[in-house]
């Protein structure tokens, strides 16, 4: 019986290391850093300088294989578009979604740090699956509606009179909210709970939020639920797991 036990450990570990190869392999093939051209005609940007390529290439694969294989299929996102100095109607951006293209755009600007850009990819991302899911990049959902009470505005209040360099930053104290960019939209909410708990260095800072905090946890199982439900993406068992340690 023991001996069955290991084979089929040994078989399980053999078949996820092929999934896992499998869809680096896919995402791998979604980085593109060529000229596209967006729907709006309203991105601009530099081509990123070839040297530079393989490091932020790398850093985007690493965060990309936390989802779920077909993943990216399931959502429509044919190329994510690797560039410099990213602007959308001439402010810099760190990133913009194109779901009518079928892009998603990641900006490089040499005072972007690593850990900045991992967060941004999966803060991103959030807007291109809430458009997937309701053709909407600010969706009212009911739901959330009971548990938000930030100003609004959107996100480019944060970018009015030149950028924000705090609006990013976690803030313990802000009840119900990670951080005051979160406070400027439901999508925007919701997208930085993604980023965070997915950007390995905030993990914690999320859970320790999530003990304190009875709103933003609630918040946390919506929308962990909603992916789960709507795109198969489990987050909610590593997140009740490590909130109830």
């Known amino acids: ?65 936390k989802y779920p294989n077909n993943f990216f299929e399931k959502i429509g996102l044919n190329m994510i578009v690797i560039v410099k100095n990213l602007k ?27 850990y ?5 990819f999966h803060h991103e991302l959030n807007h291109y699956v809430e458009f997937y899911i309701w053709k909407d990049y600010r969706y009212d959902w009911d739901k959330w509606r009971a548990l938000f009470n930030g100003k609004g505005g959107g996100g480019e209040l944060a970018y009015q009179g030149g950028e924000d360099g705090n609006a990013m930053v976690y803030n313990p104290n802000l009840a119900g909210f990670l951080n005051s960019y979160s406070t400027l939209g439901q999508e925007e909410d919701r997208s930085e709970i993604m980023a965070f708990f997915l950007t390995d260095s905030e993990k914690d800072l999320f859970i320790e939020k999530a003990k304190k905090d009875n709103i933003f946890y609630q918040k946390a199982v919506l929308l962990f639920t909603f992916y789960k439900e709507k795109l ?14």
């Open 232 to 245: 198969n993406f489990n987050l909610l068992n590593d997140f009740l797991l490590s909130v109830n340690q």
């Open 116 to 120: 900045y850009l991992r967060h941004v």
């Open 88 to 114: 959308f109607d001439n402010v810099y951006r760190a990133s913009v979604p194109d779901n009518y293209s079928r892009i998603l755009f990641i900006g490089i600007r040499n005072d972007y740090t690593d």
């Open 1 to 65: 019986m023991k001996k069955i036990v290991n084979i089929l450990v040994v078989l399980l570990v053999l078949v996820t290391c092929a999934w896992s190869q499998e869809n680096t392999e896919k995402i791998t093939r979604l980085i593109n850093f060529e000229v596209h051209k967006d729907t709006w005609n309203k991105v601009s940007y530099e081509l990123l300088e070839a040297g530079r390529r393989q490091h932020y290439s790398n850093l985007i694969i690493a965060e990309a294989v």
